[in-house]
Every structure is written in structure tokens, then in C-alpha cells.
């Protein structure tokens, strides 16, 4: 790994390399809450089955969406599972996991 500075006009900015594909930054610990809320904007989630990020929602009679399970596309429905979660709810803001019983 390799250490270079970059300078702004205020602060010096220090920026690490490397060549390895392994990932510099985790987001947090597996969550294990009862209910998760997937939103647009916010940080991917870290679930058993990987990053979960929200990308596409419709809301209609019947509502889908499209989230981003460790970096692949799914498209999802009311009632779906997704790792240890069940889609409860999806809104045009919004998607709703419940831990499955």
C-alpha cells in the first residue's frame, strides 16, 4: 500500500492506495433489527446475505422495487425474502424488511 498527499487549499488530504480488489471501507456489522427501512440516498445495509441498497421503487396497485444485493440488481415484491428479511411494505420513498419468524 502505498501513502500520498494531496493538498487543498485549506487542508492536506491523505489518500491510500492499494493494488489489492479487497474493500478499504465497511459500513458497520451485520444488522439484526426487527424492522429495516431501505431508503434512497442513504448507505447500503449490511445484511447476512450482503450490502442492501435501495435503487427503484414504484408504488401502484401492485408495488415493486429494485434493491442492490451485494452489487447485483433484484426486483422485489411485497411479501419477497431477502436474507433473514421479508418485504413488508414498499412505497415510493421507501421499503419496509421485517425479520422473518
Same mark, same amino acid.
Given at each position: ?7 487543498t487549499?485549506?487542508? !492536506?488530504?491523505n ?12 459500513? *458497520? ?12 440516498? #442513504? @448507505? !447500503?445495509? !449490511?445484511?447476512?446475505? *450482503? ?11 401492485? !408495488?415493486?422495487?429494485?434493491? #442492490? ?9 411485497? *411479501?419477497?425474502?431477502? *436474507? @433473514? ?8 420513498? #421507501?421499503?419496509k ?5
Amino acid at each position: 500500500m502505498q501513502d500520498q498527499q494531496l493538498t487543498t487549499k485549506t487542508n !492536506p488530504i491523505n489518500v491510500e492506495t492499494s493494488k489489492e480488489s479487497s474493500a478499504l471501507y465497511v459500513y *458497520g456489522g451485520i444488522v439484526n433489527s426487527k424492522t429495516i427501512f431501505l431508503r434512497f440516498g #442513504e @448507505d !447500503p445495509i !449490511p445484511l447476512s446475505c *450482503g450490502y442492501v441498497k435501495l435503487v427503484g421503487a414504484v408504488n401502484s396497485d401492485f !408495488p415493486e422495487a429494485l434493491i #442492490e444485493v451485494g452489487g447485483k440488481g433484484v426486483r422485489i415484491e411485497e *411479501g419477497n425474502a431477502i *436474507g @433473514d428479511y421479508k418485504i413488508a411494505d414498499i412505497n415510493e420513498r #421507501e421499503v419496509k424488511l421485517c425479520l422473518k419468524k
